[in-house]
Nanobody, 120 residues
Framework: DVQLVESGGGSVQAGGSLRLSCSGS????????MAWFRQAPGKEREAVAS???????TYADSVKGRFTISRDNAKNTLYLQMANVKPEDTAKYYC???????????????WGQGTQVTVS
C-alpha cells in the first residue's frame, strides 16, 4: 500500500522559516510526481508546489521566491522549505503523489493526512 505522512508543521512568526517533510512508502524510487497543497479555513484547497519525476519544480505565484520544493528519491521523501512566511500562508498543508510524470492536477491518487502551519 502507498502511504504519505507529513511532518514539520507548527507555529511560526511572520518572516520566519519552516520545513515540511512528507515520507512516502509503497513507491518505487522516483517513479511518481509529488506535490504540496494547502487549505485554509473557509477556502478551497490550492496547489502550492509540485515536482516531477525528473525533479522539475513548479510553484504557485503566491509562494514563488519564498518556498522551495525538493525530493530525495532514495528516501522517498518530499520537502517544502518555507521562508519569509506570511500570515496568509496559514493553512493545513497536504502532500500528494501519483504515478505520473507531472502532478498538474488536484486529482491525484495518494494523499497524506496533512500538517498544520500557523503564521502569526
Amino acid at each position: 500500500d502507498v502511504q504519505l505522512v507529513e511532518s514539520g508543521g507548527g507555529s511560526v512568526q511572520a518572516g520566519g522559516s519552516l520545513r515540511l517533510s512528507c515520507s512516502g512508502s509503497g513507491f518505487i524510487e522516483g517513479n511518481h510526481c509529488m506535490a504540496w497543497f494547502r487549505q485554509a479555513p473557509g477556502k478551497e484547497r490550492e496547489a502550492v508546489a509540485s515536482i516531477s519525476t525528473d525533479g522539475d519544480p513548479t510553484y504557485a505565484d503566491s509562494v514563488k521566491g519564498r518556498f522551495t520544493i525538493s525530493r530525495d528519491n532514495a528516501k522517498n521523501t518530499l520537502y517544502l522549505q518555507m521562508a519569509n512566511v506570511k500570515p496568509e500562508d496559514t493553512a493545513k498543508y497536504y502532500c500528494a503523489a501519483d504515478f505520473l510524470q507531472y502532478c498538474t492536477t488536484q486529482r491525484l491518487t495518494y494523499w497524506g493526512q496533512g500538517t498544520q502551519v500557523t503564521v502569526s
